[in-house]
């Protein structure tokens, strides 16, 4: 069975405007002490038993602000299993040929590249400041390593005219990477974009933008495999993938969450009270809960929706497929979400509750 591990790195050069993770930019001085606590995480949740993980996620925060090797020797510890997928998330100011060699060499498997767009007026409305020429040199160095390559996309921000997200999007599919992942702006509480409501997404417009990417990367040959995410045939993420159909995963780090046996639980939210954890040897947990089988049955359901498998037709609720004509279809014994149905997904997926 598949079985993954997320890896939380909350350290950060700079804090996006519209970011509401657990980062920090006054933090690196504990950055050797932080890899080493999760280094040490690992080892106890081994001796405990733990599956072969099939694949491992490296998130942020920013992974590419610590030095490739100590990362490694976190990965390291993983009972990783032959042909595991393993994903670092990469700002390309800081990605060079010389790091994406190292993390190929150390059992990294693909990149994913923090690209938002390729226009510099919708990444300052963004609050980014890496270069686009950055993007592109980021990419090289990942494929000279031989590595895989995802670009994450955002679209929405503030004055972005349609076509400027048609510009970024064509720039995209010119790097032919791998995996596109393509995300609509959303407001988070505490954020400089949440104080600030003449920046807020506009949805008429994000519709829209969302039809263009859907239309361009299909006819570029990227299938669409969920909502925010296309790949070429045979390169969706399989990490991603497990989130979606309700797999199992460690979590390691501060602020990480996990999920096993219907039980989802999260860390502590900061590096410092992670690190004094872990160094007492305390667990870091700060919280969890236990689904019993019809919540873990809906939840399966409203995750299952979003991807291009859908649901079984057994499983909707009467007068579903009425109810919402227009928004899912069914195809031979599956119920899955129209061009339409998937910029109204989350509506979508209440009602299979």
Same mark, same amino acid.
């Given at each position: 069975?598949?079985?993954?591990?997320?890896?939380?790195?909350?350290?950060?050069?700079?804090?996006?405007?519209?970011?509401?993770?657990?980062? *920090?930019? $006054?933090?690196?001085?504990?950055?050797?002490?932080?890899?080493?606590?999760?280094?040490?995480?690992?080892?106890?949740?081994?001796?405990?038993?733990?599956?072969?993980?099939?694949?491992?996620?490296?998130?942020?925060?920013?992974?590419?602000?610590?030095?490739?090797?100590?990362?490694?020797?976190?990965? $390291?510890?993983?009972?990783?299993?032959?042909?595991?997928?393993?994903?670092?998330?990469?700002?390309?100011?800081?990605?060079?040929?010389?790091?994406?060699?190292?993390?190929?060499?150390?059992?990294?498997?693909?990149?994913?590249?923090?690209?938002?767009?390729?226009?510099?007026?919708?990444?300052?409305?963004?609050?980014?400041?890496? /270069?686009?020429?950055?993007?592109?040199?980021?990419?090289?160095? @990942?494929?000279?390593?031989?590595?895989?390559?995802?670009? $994450?996309?955002?679209?929405?921000?503030?004055?972005?005219?349609?076509?400027?997200?048609?510009?970024?999007?064509?720039?995209?599919?010119?790097?032919?990477?791998?995996?596109?992942?393509?995300?609509?702006?959303?407001?988070?509480?505490?954020?400089?974009?949440?104080? $600030? @409501?003449?920046?807020?997404?506009?949805?008429?417009?994000?519709?829209?933008?969302?039809?263009?990417?859907?239309?361009?990367?299909?006819? @570029?040959?990227?299938?669409?495999?969920?909502?925010?995410?296309?790949?070429?045939?045979?390169?969706?993420?399989?990490?991603?993938?497990?989130?979606?159909?309700?797999?199992?995963?460690?979590?390691?780090?501060?602020?990480?969450?996990?999920?096993?046996?219907?039980?989802? *639980? *999260?860390?502590?939210?900061?590096?410092?009270?992670?690190?004094?954890?872990?160094?007492?040897?305390?667990?870091?947990? @700060?919280?969890?809960?236990?689904?019993?089988?019809?919540?873990?049955?809906?939840?399966?359901?409203?995750?299952?929706?979003?991807?291009?498998?859908?649901?079984?037709?057994?499983?909707?609720?009467?007068?579903?497929?009425?109810?919402?004509?227009?928004?899912?279809?069914?195809? /031979? /014994?599956?119920?899955?979400?129209?061009?339409?149905?998937?910029?109204?997904?989350?509506?979508?997926?209440?009602?299979?509750?």
């Amino acid at each position: 069975m598949p079985f993954g591990a997320y890896l939380h790195v909350p350290f950060c050069r700079r804090r996006c405007d519209y970011c509401a993770f657990a980062t *920090w930019t $006054d933090r690196h001085h504990l950055a050797e002490r932080y890899l080493a606590a999760c280094r040490t995480q690992i080892e106890r949740e081994a001796a405990a038993g733990l599956p072969e993980i099939t694949s491992a996620f490296v998130g942020g925060g920013t992974p590419t602000q610590v030095a490739p090797a100590l990362l490694l020797e976190v990965l $390291d510890a993983l009972p990783l299993a032959e042909g595991a997928e393993v994903t670092v998330e990469c700002n390309p100011d800081d990605l060079t040929a010389e790091m994406a060699a190292a993390y190929a060499a150390g059992g990294v498997t693909r990149l994913s590249i923090g690209v938002q767009s390729m226009v510099p007026e919708v990444l300052a409305a963004l609050g980014r400041d890496h /270069d686009p020429g950055n993007v592109r040199r980021a990419v090289r160095a @990942a494929r000279s390593a031989g590595l895989a390559v995802n670009v $994450d996309l955002v679209y929405g921000a503030a004055g972005e005219t349609l076509e400027q997200w048609g510009r970024t999007v064509d720039a995209a599919i010119e790097l032919a990477p791998d995996h596109v992942s393509a995300y609509a702006l959303t407001v988070e509480a505490g954020t400089p974009l949440a104080a $600030d @409501a003449v920046r807020h997404p506009d949805d008429d417009v994000q519709a829209d933008e969302y039809q263009l990417a859907t239309e361009r990367l299909g006819a @570029a040959g990227y299938d669409w495999y969920e909502i925010s995410n296309w790949a070429r045939p045979g390169h969706e993420c399989r990490h991603n993938l497990l989130y979606w159909t309700g797999g199992e995963y460690l979590a390691i780090g501060c602020a990480a969450h996990g999920h096993r046996g219907g039980r989802r *639980w *999260w860390n502590l939210r900061t590096p410092e009270r992670y690190v004094a954890a872990i160094e007492d040897g305390r667990s870091p947990e @700060a919280g969890a809960e236990e689904l019993d089988a019809d919540a873990r049955r809906v939840e399966g359901l409203q995750l299952a929706i979003r991807t291009r498998g859908g649901v079984p037709a057994r499983e909707v609720p009467d007068g579903f497929l009425a109810e919402l004509d227009g928004l899912v279809e069914q195809v /031979d /014994d599956r119920v899955v979400l129209t061009p339409e149905g998937r910029l109204l997904a989350n509506e979508v997926a209440i009602r299979l509750g």
